[in-house]
């Protein structure tokens, strides 16, 4: 109940504030152009970021003079792991601020980082069991670890933090197709590194023709 009460108070400070800078930006009732729009919600997703958290989703409809919807994670808590903040899409999985903070910076984004984590996770997700604690996806490593029935992702790794042998590890044959495509060549001999699929394949005779 208290986490209720809180939200409800953050929530109405945030409508106003996103009402005021609205009325501020467009102050005629002049039919609003694509252009326009996009980038009022581009400096609006960050100043909201920035004031109230990088867990806030909010939707503008400008037909409605700025009416905005404004949601959060149902559920954070606090924790010795930090505060736990819970995915938009999936239930049963939280991130640690430590996570939002350090993808924030390492993919230099203050939008809302939580939608963008479900994102990738979608995609990381496939990777589950691959390797123990960790899941990949074509940006990057995610650390977790079990909290009972709920996936508690701990931190972000983006690829360009990653070692040749940590690239190696996390990205093998089972996962090559989630490597990002400028890691990726279509001659073998222009490659940084090479999978030991590939190096077994470089060494083998070709077959005699028949």
């Known amino acids: 109940m208290p986490q209720d ?6 929530k109405s400070q945030i409508e106003n504030f996103l009402k005021s800078e609205f009325k501020k930006k467009f102050r005629s009732s002049a039919k609003i152009s694509i252009r326009k729009r996009q980038k ?4 609006m997703t960050q100043k909201v970021s920035k004031r109230f958290g990088k867990d806030i989703l909010f939707l ?8 905005s919807a404004v949601m959060s994670p149902v559920h954070t808590e606090s924790t010795d792991k930090g505060k736990l903040n819970q995915s938009f899409s999936h239930p049963q999985v939280l991130y640690t601020s430590h996570c939002i903070d350090r993808f924030s910076e390492r993919m230099n984004t203050q939008d809302n980082c939580i939608v963008q984590l ?11 069991g691959e ?18 029935d709920r996936l508690v992702i701990k931190t972000f790794l983006n690829f ?9 590890q996390f990205y093998g044959s089972g996962m090559i197709s989630m490597l990002p495509v400028e890691y ?10 090479i999978i030991e699929d590939e190096q ?11």
């Open 40 to 43: 009022f919600i581009a400096e």
């Open 184 to 193: 990726t060549t279509d001659n073998i001999s222009g490659a940084d590194f």
């Open 160 to 168: 360009e933090l990653l070692s040749d042998d940590q690239i190696k």
């Open 118 to 128: 479900d994102v990738y996770l979608n995609d990381a997700i496939l990777s589950f």
């Open 5 to 10: 009460r809180y939200f409800s108070y953050k």
């Open 131 to 148: 390797n123990e604690g960790f899941l990949a996806c074509s940006e990057g490593i995610f650390a977790y670890e079990f909290d009972n």
């Open 200 to 210: 077994a394949l470089l060494h083998e005779k070709p077959q005699e023709q028949l």
């Open 60 to 67: 503008i409809d400008f037909s409605k003079g700025g009416f």
